[in-house]
């Protein structure tokens, strides 16, 4: 596998590239990508989103069962996002009503998606099983009691998972394993039992079952470098699945095991590539599986900012210089800021960034690059170096905004959200429209005399 086919483990999208003093994202120049669609502007590399997918696959077909690579959606949706995964034969990992709705106007089949949430309302079960969702991920007691309750009520079945708390806790570089995981997702495995119960009341109550049980999920955290978890998440989980298989005579047809995987954003990150991922996470279950002779589950993952994440990135247009002779410090700002990008902001994430229509310029300058919303925490990057030469109308690229940027933005102070395009072969396409002002008023009502 070429290092292309993992863009994770690299800063830039798998198309990037320079000609004199400018970036080229799949094959297109920066300064045209401006011109033609403005900034700020989320760019897609393809052929990052395809090596991604194809990377992962490519481990999956290593096991000895079936799987399914499910494109965890909160990271980055849009229906033409959905569209290609589906050409990539992914499915999706869906959070919300909106994100299956998306993925239904898409003409994603659906069911190769797996409804996830702790909270998931009425109406949104409703509309999972009515269009067709393959699997719905059981969050809590409570869930169990309205799936089972809406499906009955629908004349639905429902195909599920029970998310679970293996008590493996990852935080980027800090992994524990607690007998009890303190987190609001997912059964503790001493609740398995009463939701078997729970299941079996419900099959029993009318004339058909509604709900049966494929299998357990859990999901250990985001932005993860390290292997042993996933070994420990793949070796607890079957442990449950023989106890249940001992106890309960139950063998279960589906396995998933989350998303997570790290991606490099500054030269700092070491995260391992796909295949050392996968290929762990393959060995640990087929391993576990071996030891009990129990039949292979269907392997599900849900990756989320792995399959996206480096392949966008965000084009802005420098505006305005402040220099601080007492401090000797400058601030240089943008066009888009945390209304784009609410990462910094959220939590102190770090990017890596340049000033793409003078690349092949020596960063040498110091400055803190800042946002434009009226907001003193929207800053971008603390300290940035850019070229001396730096000026109005340069455009800066930030690398690696593909996950949690666009899918997390914001309208704050009525900024109309950027466009989305996706490049591939010098050619682009809008996937997202930008924004316009009309559109910032376009829910509201005026007020009426009362
Ligand atoms: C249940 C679940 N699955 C998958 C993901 C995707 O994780 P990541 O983007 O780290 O791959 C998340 C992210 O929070 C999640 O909560």
Avoid at 1 to 6: K, L, R
Avoid at 164 to 172: F, K, L, S, W
Avoid at 284 to 312: F, H
Wanted: hydrophobic share 40%.
């Amino acid at each position: 596998m070429t290092a292309a086919a993992s863009p994770n483990t690299r800063i830039e999208p798998a198309s990037h590239a320079t000609s004199g003093s400018e970036v080229l994202i799949g094959g297109c120049p920066v300064s045209d990508l401006a011109r033609q669609f403005g900034t700020p502007l989320y760019v897609l590399d393809q052929a990052s989103l395809t090596g991604m997918a194809r990377a992962y696959q490519a481990m999956l077909d290593t096991y000895p069962g079936e799987s399914l690579v499910l494109f965890a959606a909160k990271a980055h949706c849009n229906m033409g996002l959905c569209q290609l995964m589906q050409q990539l034969d992914c499915g999706l990992d869906l959070v919300s009503g909106g994100e299956v709705h998306t993925a239904r106007q898409a003409g994603f089949n659906l069911a190769n998606t797996l409804f996830n949430g702790n909270n998931k309302s009425d109406d949104e079960l409703a509309y999972a099983l009515a269009h067709g969702v393959g699997l719905i991920s059981v969050d809590n007691a409570t869930e169990l009691e309205q799936l089972a309750r809406v499906a009955m009520a629908n004349g639905r079945h429902a195909t599920i998972l029970l998310r679970v708390a293996p008590g493996i806790e990852c935080h980027t570089h800090d992994y524990i394993k607690t007998g009890h995981l303190d987190s609001k997702f997912g059964f503790d495995l001493s609740q398995i039992d009463a939701a078997l119960k729970t299941i079996s009341t419900a099959n029993s109550a009318g004339n058909s079952p509604v709900l049966t049980l494929a299998g357990l999920h859990a999901h250990i955290g985001s932005q993860i470098f390290e292997l042993q978890p996933y070994q420990d998440l793949a070796t607890t989980m079957l442990a449950e699945y023989e106890r249940i298989r001992r106890q309960h005579g139950l063998v279960m047809t589906h396995i998933d095991l989350g998303g997570g995987l790290g991606i490099k954003y500054t030269e700092a990150d070491d995260p391992p590539s796909v295949e050392t991922l996968a290929g762990t996470l393959v060995k640990a279950l087929v391993d576990a599986c071996d030891a009990v002779q129990y039949p292979y589950p269907k392997l599900l993952i849900e990756p989320g900012r792995s399959m996206v994440a480096t392949a966008g990135t965000t084009l802005y247009e420098i505006g305005s210089f402040k220099h601080i002779p007492q401090l000797d410090k400058t601030y240089v700002a943008v066009n888009g800021g945390m209304g784009d990008n609410i990462r910094v902001a959220l939590y102190q994430a770090q990017y890596t960034a340049r000033v793409a229509t003078r690349i092949n310029e020596p960063h040498t300058k110091p400055v803190a690059l800042v946002g434009r919303y009226c907001e003193s925490g929207d800053i971008l990057f603390d300290r940035l170096l850019v070229p001396e030469t730096i000026a109005p109308g340069d455009l800066l690229i930030v690398y690696g905004t593909g996950a949690y940027n666009a899918s997390m933005a914001s309208n704050y102070n009525r900024v109309p959200r950027p466009a989305t395009v996706l490049v591939k072969d010098g050619q682009a396409q809008v996937l997202v429209k930008r924004e316009t002002w009309d559109d910032m008023t376009r829910l509201d009502l005026p007020l009426r005399p009362v």
